[in-house]
């Protein structure tokens, strides 16, 4: 009487077992190896959510334009805290934390692009 | 009186950054908003002072307030506010519609 069931169920058993062993294979051929950490940032996309964040900081005169030559104190006239603010901002929007020693030496769109081109943790 | 040096113009820029981040993590707009002129105006009203004492002073205040801002700031993200009218919706990424 068991003898059908039981068949039945080795029978089962060598699918699971069959299908278990074919499983990894199958999966290696669908998953690559690459492993993506963060979309990488092209420097145009960069700078250009760098200018909107310098547009939308409340103490930049809105009329003047913003390029990556346009430096914080000469160009928009903000002091040293201002920047420091600004700076906050951009690293809000890029998710980053840049060190205190290197935020004092960018002074200009350009060299905050610079920064966050070679921070891998951008995004 | 403390004979320590006044603090370094690196130092009191770092203490703002601290000042602004930790006024940025409140959840509630009017608090935020609050610390961050807070902070303003207190480091530019501070920016001419000459004196050791007045500095160091004016330093030891800061890093008092410092701390209570870093708390209240952390007790606020544990309480959930309704946005103003006046916060867009998503603060990042706003000019980009």
Request: charged fraction near 25%.
């Amino acid at each position: 009487m068991f003898k059908p069931m039981l068949r039945g169920s080795a029978c089962a058993l060598k699918a699971v077992s069959v299908r278990a062993a074919f499983r990894p294979v199958a999966a290696a051929s669908f998953v690559s190896p690459i492993r993506f950490y963060s979309s990488s940032l092209n420097k145009d996309e960069i700078s250009s959510r760098v200018i909107d964040v310098v547009k939308s900081f409340d103490k930049t005169t809105a009329s003047a334009s913003i390029t990556n030559d346009t430096h914080f104190a000469k160009d928009l006239g903000l002091d040293s805290l201002d920047t420091v603010e600004l700076l906050v901002a951009i690293e809000e929007e890029f998710d980053i934390e840049i060190p205190d020693k290197v935020a004092d030496e960018i002074k200009s769109v350009g060299e905050a692009v610079k920064y966050i081109e070679s921070n891998p943790e951008a995004n | 009186m403390s004979a320590s040096p006044g603090p370094s113009r690196a130092q009191v820029l770092a203490l703002y950054k601290q000042f602004i981040k930790n006024a940025n993590g409140f959840n509630n707009y009017n608090y935020r908003e609050y610390f961050l002129r807070k902070a303003r105006t207190t480091f530019r009203k501070n920016r001419a002072l000459e004196d050791p004492a007045t500095i160091s002073a004016a330093w030891d205040t800061a890093l008092k307030d410092l701390g209570v801002l870093k708390r209240q700031s952390v007790i606020s993200q544990m309480y959930t506010f309704d946005k103003q009218v006046v916060e867009p919706l998503d603060p990042k990424h706003h000019s980009r519609g």
